[in-house]
């Protein structure tokens, strides 16, 4: 996991991969104000981006979830988002096994979980394999709005 802010983007593009800096540089020039709720490709299915508004939820009601095929980088843009993460544990079972076809797995509870309040600008970067819980809060549910830009791990491979 990478947890970072487009406020100090500019000062971290020397390190990182190319295209990382080209799924950070689309979030950082969308205006997505003017975009609807949905799937937009950046580079097709390798590179794309989801805007998505929902509402939070606590923990207990909201599985975490891991990855195998992509890696996630989740922008907040909009309310105030807790992130559970913890990288995979091979003693916890997920209570639904890995669907390749939707490039996930989910877990219903995951001990030793770290948590992460994300504040509008801020971004947080999952890799497959590390378990992480979107969308939670750990005061009355609200409505955030975010991106998630999917980066097929083929195209990080070197």
């Given at each position: ?117 994300l504040q509008p600008g801020m971004f947080v970067a ?14 009355s549910p609200a409505v955030i709005r975010k991106v ?11």
């Amino acid at each position: 996991m990478i947890a970072g802010s487009l406020a100090q983007w500019q000062r971290q593009i020397p390190f990182a991969h190319p295209v990382f800096r080209q799924a950070i540089e689309f979030m950082e020039k969308t205006d997505f104000r003017s975009l609807e709720d949905g799937k937009y490709p950046i580079q097709g299915d390798d590179l794309y981006a989801s805007v998505m508004t929902l509402s939070s939820k606590p923990a207990s009601e909201q599985p975490a979830e891991k990855h195998e095929s992509y890696l996630d980088i989740h922008l907040l843009l909009e309310g105030a988002e807790t992130i559970g993460w913890k990288p995979e544990d091979e003693s916890e079972s997920p209570s639904q096994i890995y669907d390749s076809g939707g490039d996930y797995a989910l877990y219903a509870e995951v001990r030793n979980e770290s948590y992460l309040k994300l504040q509008p600008g801020m971004f947080v970067a999952l890799f497959p394999g590390d378990v992480h819980r979107p969308g939670i809060t750990d005061t009355s549910p609200a409505v955030i709005r975010k991106v998630v830009v999917k980066i097929r791990c083929a195209l990080l491979e070197m």
